[in-house]
């Protein structure tokens, strides 16, 4: 999905009706917003957290330095980690590194829905909705944590759901 797509989706559950003017710019499409009273802003984590600012949702940027961090983190390992890798190889391991990430956690900071966490979504859906039943319990983790983010009010919209099954359909028998 174009980052700019990705925008109009927060924008839209941050519950912003703006209409705000997306383009994109250069070989790797970076987005791009102009703003009506203001220069314009690049870069898709400038962008989102402007809309998250906007939208007076700051929460979602975090409550203290460590939280904070925390996110800036996983926004930049969505930048530089999952955009631009398109094979399934490489997101295989994404997904591998994630699913231990999330062993013992709900949100990417812990418990609190943060913007990390939609980016993240919003950038994992495309390999996500490709997973095989087997893959999908192979990352419960990465599953759990997606299912929980696809099911939170506003993020998906548009987007396919993805299903996952509740119970384990291979039981060892012995």
């Known amino acids: 999905m174009a980052a700019a797509a990705e925008l109009k989706l927060l924008e839209k559950s941050l519950g912003l009706s703006k209409g705000n003017k997306y383009s994109a710019q250069g070989e790797r499409q970076i987005p791009v917003l102009q703003t009506n009273n203001g220069p314009s ?18 929460h979602f940027l975090g409550s203290t330095a460590e939280e904070k961090a925390m996110i800036q983190q996983w926004l930049e390992y969505r930048v530089t980690r999952v955009d631009g890798h398109s094979n399934k190889e490489n997101a295989h391991t994404l997904l591998k590194d994630l699913n231990s990430y999330l062993e013992d956690k709900v949100d990417l900071t812990g418990y609190n829905l943060t913007l990390a966490d939609i980016l993240l979504y919003y950038g994992l859906h495309r390999f996500i909705v490709d997973l095989t039943v087997q893959e999908k319990e192979k990352y419960l983790n990465v599953s759990r944590w997606f299912c929980h983010i696809q099911h939170y009010p506003g993020i998906r919209q548009h987007l396919s759901s993805v299903v996952f099954i509740k119970n384990r359909l291979y039981a060892n028998s012995h």
């Open 41 to 58: 802003l690049t870069g898709l984590l400038t962008i989102a957290t402007h809309l998250v600012k906007q939208a007076n949702k700051e």
